[in-house]
């Protein structure tokens, strides 16, 4: 994660900018899986599962998903 936008899902969700994310909503957070990882994000549905590490901890957060 390199940045978080003020009033984003992922900053209400805790995420920080320099963390790594490790999954989104059962995808691999890799950049051969974007594609997958795009559509589950566009996909309407309350929340995504994001588990990413902090400081070398695995951490997990909901993301409540919005339309701009």
């Keep these: 994660v390199e940045q978080i936008e003020t009033d984003s899902p992922a900053e209400r969700a805790g995420l ?3 963390e790594v994310l ?3 909503d059962g995808f691999v957070a890799r950049p051969r899986h974007l594609f997958s990882i795009r559509r589950s994000l ?4 309350d929340e995504v599962l ?3 590490r902090r400081d070398g901890r695995i ?5 409540s998903l919005t339309q701009d």
């Design 22 to 24: 490790e999954t989104v």
């Design 59 to 63: 951490r997990t957060a909901a993301l």
């Design 42 to 45: 566009a996909t309407p549905k």
């Design 16 to 18: 920080q900018g320099g």
């Design 50 to 52: 994001a588990v990413f």
